[in-house]
């Protein structure tokens, strides 16, 4: 499996970095996980759909983050990404904290995959 990282995903990456250090080790265990099972596993991720998109695009919003100590998985991390099943690839889409926005920027998802 592939990960590929969107422009705009380094860019949130980096301004959530400054604020959960730990955010680089935390991800490299969610690419562990999405090597072995990168489907939507409700209740911890589920599939985005009405995108009219041929790919898969999921939602995950049970992230844990050591940054966020005693929080576990429910650090309130989201996390967008695309499954090429084909190509054996990821690419990474968006990441964000519930708490400064309240969903997925679905223009940013259909103009990079439509």
Same mark, same amino acid.
Not at 11 to 24: A, E, F, Q
Not at 38 to 58: A, M, Q, Y
């Given at each position: 499996?592939?990960?590929?990282?969107?422009?705009?995903?380094? @860019?949130?990456?980096? #301004?959530?970095?400054?604020?959960?250090?730990? !955010?680089?080790?935390?991800?490299?265990? +969610? $690419? *562990?996980?999405?090597?072995?099972?990168?489907?939507? @596993?409700?209740?911890? #991720?589920?599939?985005?759909?009405?995108?009219? !998109?041929?790919?898969?695009?999921?939602? +995950? $919003? *049970?992230?844990?983050?050591?940054?966020?100590?005693?929080?576990?998985?429910? #650090?309130?991390?989201?996390?967008?990404?695309?499954?090429?099943?084909?190509?054996?690839?990821?690419?990474?889409?968006?990441?964000?904290?519930?708490?400064?926005?309240?969903?997925?920027?679905?223009?940013?998802?259909?103009?990079?995959?439509?």
């Amino acid at each position: 499996m592939t990960f590929d990282e969107l422009a705009e995903f380094k @860019k949130d990456l980096k #301004s959530l970095l400054k604020k959960y250090r730990t !955010l680089n080790d935390d991800l490299d265990v +969610v $690419k *562990k996980v999405l090597e072995v099972t990168p489907h939507e @596993k409700p209740p911890f #991720s589920f599939r985005i759909d009405n995108l009219g !998109l041929e790919t898969c695009v999921i939602k +995950v $919003k *049970k992230i844990a983050c050591k940054a966020l100590k005693g929080r576990g998985v429910n #650090s309130g991390l989201r996390l967008i990404y695309a499954h090429f099943e084909k190509e054996q690839k990821i690419a990474f889409i968006e990441l964000y904290h519930k708490n400064d926005k309240e969903n997925e920027d679905k223009q940013r998802i259909l103009n990079n995959f439509k």
